[in-house]
Each structure stands twice: as C-alpha cells, then as structure tokens.
C-alpha cells in the first residue's frame, strides 16, 4: 500500500529557512517522479518542484527557484524540500506526492498535477513577516 507522509511544517519569520520530509512507504521514491505542492487559503494548489526517478533531474517553479531545493534519501525512503529565505507568501499547505509509473516528463508546471497519483496528507507553514 502507497504512503506518503509528510512533516517538518511549522511557523518561521520571514527570511527563515524549514525542512519538509515526505516518507514514503509502499515504493522506492528513486522509482517514481516525486512532487512537492502547496495550497494557500482561497488559491489553487501549485506545483513547486519535482524530482525525477533516481534523482536524475530537477524541477522548480519560478516562485521558488533559487530558494528551495528537492532532493532524496533512498537509504531512508524520503525526499526532502529545504525551504530557505523564507517569504509570507510561501505561507501554504504543502503537499508531497508521487507520480504514476513511466512518465515522460517529471515536472511539476500547469497541467502536471494529472500525472501525480499518491499524495500525502499535508504540512503547514507559516511565514511571518
């Protein structure tokens, strides 16, 4: 049975930095296209980065590039989002989810959200100014 969990989420001043983790169980995440997401209040989920099977290549959303960075630990089943310079609107719901076998592009930009299949239950981060 797929399982995504995520943690790490939690209240930080702007200009802070967090460390989401998304444990995975069920499947090897160096098997599978793996997504970061994020809701705020009142808007749509986004996609904010992704990270293709056996961590061949990565993908951010310009909101974050630069800022955050995707990666894996196969040895602990888990894929990380290191979330630095922190800004208010990074405030969000962020989600970990994985894709569905063979994709042809591992990414998390509009109309990407339809290859992603598992998703977790969510953290929350809030960034205060």
């Known amino acids: 049975q797929v399982q995504l969990v995520e943690s790490g989420g939690g209240s930080v001043q702007a200009g802070g930095s967090l460390r989401l983790s998304c444990a995975a169980s069920?499947?090897?995440?160096?098997?599978?296209?793996m997504g970061w997401f994020r809701q705020a209040p009142g808007r749509e989920r986004r996609g904010i980065a992704s990270?293709?099977?056996?961590?061949?290549?990565?993908y951010y959303a310009d909101s974050v590039k630069g800022r955050f960075t995707i990666s894996q630990d196969n040895a602990k089943n888990t894929v990380y989002l290191q979330m630095n310079s922190l800004k208010p609107e990074d405030t969000a719901m962020y989600y970990c989810?994985?894709?569905?076998?063979?994709?042809?592009?591992?990414?998390?930009?509009?109309?990407?959200?339809?290859?992603?299949?598992?998703w977790g239950q969510g953290t929350q981060v809030t960034v205060s100014s």
């Open positions: 989810a994985a894709a569905v076998p063979w994709v042809a592009i591992c990414a998390v930009g509009p109309g990407m959200e339809r290859i992603y299949k598992y």
């Open positions: 069920g499947f090897t995440v160096s098997s599978k296209c």
């Open positions: 990270i293709s099977t056996a961590g061949g290549s990565t």
